[in-house]
């Protein structure tokens, strides 16, 4: 009998608590969720959003991804808590440092991700994420990245242009409605990148409330194209349900009329 795929709906896979080593010395805590009976085809590694606005490795869609694409995508995906990050998971050591010593956070998944022989490694971002996936992940190991609400607060044109060198595929989600950069200027700001993909998403908003099927859905297409999209929204099989309620305030509300924090005054330009 098929279960309808709900927002707690935790498809069958194997997952695991981990730990990442920053090479300036701190712990950050997370987990690896990879299909159950087979390898992944691909491998996703989540940036989440601010941590001074929210933002954790429990993202509602970070969240999602983890509980349904091990199962209905065959990937293995990879979130943790960037440094001095709270969630149920625990929390990271450190101090949130505005984009700059998050680069060892960054390199530090990366890592864990290739010595785990993890296959086919993604950069999935999205807000604050999306800043640390292009300053920091263009690295040798990353098949290529996809970006969701790039607000481009923190990167900067030399971090676009090393992306265009790589020749890496880049894809950003834009909603329609987001409160940073909407899609038509970010076909502008994007155009510095040639092989850059810009989707905007009608109706959509930077939270992605409502329409986290339709950033899996692309996700899949672009790190599995194997599998057929859209996804299943109906589960034959055994599934779980997980407690989503310690997650409320910390979605909705995250952004609302909250100023962004750009660099720090010695690291803008």
């Known amino acids: 009998m098929s279960t ?9 896979g194997h997952r695991e608590e981990i730990e990442l080593h920053t090479a300036d010395g701190l712990k950050l805590v ?15 590694v989540c940036l989440h959003p601010l941590p ?7 993202s509602h869609v970070f969240r999602k991804a983890a509980w349904r694409l091990p199962a209905l995508a065959d990937l293995a995906v990879l979130r943790f808590n960037t440094r001095g990050t709270s969630s149920v998971r625990g929390t990271s050591e450190g101090a949130f440092d505005a984009a700059v010593g998050e ?11 290739e010595f785990a022989e993890l296959p086919n490694i993604w950069l999935v971002g999205w807000s604050f994420g999306t800043d640390l996936v292009l300053k920091y992940g263009c690295d040798p190991a990353v098949a290529g990245a996809i970006l969701l609400s790039p607000p481009l607060r923190f990167s900067t044109p030399d ?7 790589s020749g890496k595929p880049l894809t950003a989600l834009v909603p329609e409605f987001d409160d940073y950069l909407r899609p038509a200027e970010a076909r502008e700001r994007f155009a510095a ?7 905007g998403v009608p109706g959509a908003k930077h939270l992605w409330v409502g329409d986290a099927e339709t950033v899996l859905d692309e996700i899949a297409r672009r790190v599995n194209p194997a599998v057929p999209v859209p996804l299943p929204t109906t589960w034959d099989g055994p599934v779980e349900t997980g407690d989503v309620s310690a997650y409320a305030d910390r979605t909705v509300a995250s952004f609302a009329d909250t100023p962004v924090p750009g660099p720090r005054p010695d690291q803008a330009g």
């Open 4 to 12: 309808p795929i709900r927002a707690s709906s935790i498809l069958p």
């Open 30 to 44: 997370g987990e690896l969720a990879r299909p159950l009976d087979r390898e992944p085809a691909g491998t996703l």
């Open 52 to 58: 001074t606005h929210g933002g954790m490795m429990d």
């Open 103 to 113: 680069r060892f956070d960054v390199a530090a998944a990366i890592e864990y991700a």
């Open 159 to 165: 971090d676009l242009t090393q992306w265009a060198d």
């Open 193 to 199: 990148v040639p092989q850059a993909e810009v989707v």
